[in-house]
């Protein structure tokens, strides 16, 4: 039953945040109260076995629309594979002055500058402990808006450590464009430290909770061939258990002369579909198999999920496709990996 066709045109009246916590609010309400059963996907599982990890079917949600995890059944209800929430900072921060999320339909797009606003790491926590899911969820991390660069691995230290026992993979945010200097960390010498120290508060984390959570690294669909093959050996020459590409792009030639596009922020959606496929194609012909690729970015159709696992990645993930398609977008996603 696709009733979104009919609730779409009404949420886009609203501003694009509070039509976003609306949104969230519903799903938390219609969860509660046993309705979206009637909404998710009715299909049989596909088992996919990723990161020594097995993901009853291959399309995730994205970080950045559940932040706090505060609506994972929610999610979980509408025929999600996995479940990644996030991204969160060691400290509760406010995020970017509002308006800050901007909705650019005839490109089917989105820009947002949020800068991570999230309820902090303990919050997070909370709200996974009381959750019912026992899928398989990601948490996804980064450092608080204050914190500079050279002491960044303090923050990712401290949110992996609270997180490692509660999920099933952690995702380091070191590309988003909406935390001053972040993307900086992907830089050969920066990257190659974070992942040093990471790597071995993994093998820490390990023993001292008797099981191996799998660590992967975000990327952004802004860098170079060379770049993103210098990303490659890091991930490689570290022992990284998986990538995801990619976040948000900071281009607009794809949605140049729209309102809103040269509003501050990254553009997700249809916009980001071609540079986020073209960074999986080379992290796949540099990475030969020897870590799995999670691809996200502008999938709005089943054939667009086809189009990211023909590049080489192994999973897909959904976030602003949702906001234009709505939850059967999850379900002809699904139909199409099948």
Not at 21 to 35: F, N, P
Not at 58 to 78: F, Q
Request: proline share 6%; aromatic share 6%; charged share 20%.
């Amino acid at each position: 039953m696709n009733i979104y066709p009919l609730l779409k045109p009404l949420l886009f009246q609203l501003e694009a945040e509070h039509a976003h916590d609306v949104t969230l609010q519903s799903l938390k309400r219609a969860e509660q109260w046993g309705l979206l059963q009637l909404l998710g996907s009715r299909l049989p599982d596909q088992p996919t076995q990723v990161m020594g990890l097995t993901f009853p079917n291959p399309v995730g949600l994205a970080a950045g629309l559940d932040k706090n995890a505060a609506v994972i059944d929610g999610m979980a209800a509408l025929g999600f594979g996995f479940i990644e929430v996030g991204t969160v900072t060691p400290r509760a921060q406010p995020g970017n002055p509002k308006p800050r999320l901007f909705r650019v339909p005839e490109a089917e797009g989105i820009i947002n500058r949020f800068g991570f606003n999230n309820l902090g790491l303990d919050q997070l926590i909370q709200n996974v402990k009381a959750a019912k899911f026992k899928g398989i969820l990601g948490i996804n991390i980064g450092k608080n808006f204050d914190t500079p660069n050279e002491r960044a691995a303090e923050d990712y230290l401290i949110c992996m450590r609270k997180a490692y026992s509660h999920a099933s993979y952690i995702t380091v945010n070191i590309s988003s464009p909406n935390t001053k200097n972040l993307r900086a960390l992907q830089e050969k010498d920066a990257l190659g430290q974070l992942l040093a120290t990471l790597k071995a508060e993994q093998k820490i984390l390990s023993q001292v909770h008797g099981k191996y959570v799998p660590v992967a690294l975000k990327i952004a669909p802004d860098l170079t061939t060379e770049q993103v093959q210098e990303i490659a050996e890091l991930l490689m020459q570290h022992g990284m258990d998986g990538v995801i590409a990619t976040n948000t792009t900071l281009a607009r030639d794809a949605v140049a002369g729209l309102p809103h596009a040269e509003e501050a922020g990254g553009l997700s959606g249809a916009p980001v579909k071609a540079g986020s496929t073209r960074v999986i194609q080379t992290l796949a012909a540099s990475l030969q198999g020897s870590l799995p690729i999670i691809g996200v970015g502008g999938i709005l159709n089943g054939e667009d999920a086809k189009e990211k696992m023909a590049a080489g990645a192994s999973l897909v993930q959904l976030y602003s496709g949702l906001i234009y398609k709505g939850p059967q977008l999850i379900t002809d996603c699904r139909k199409a990996l099948m």
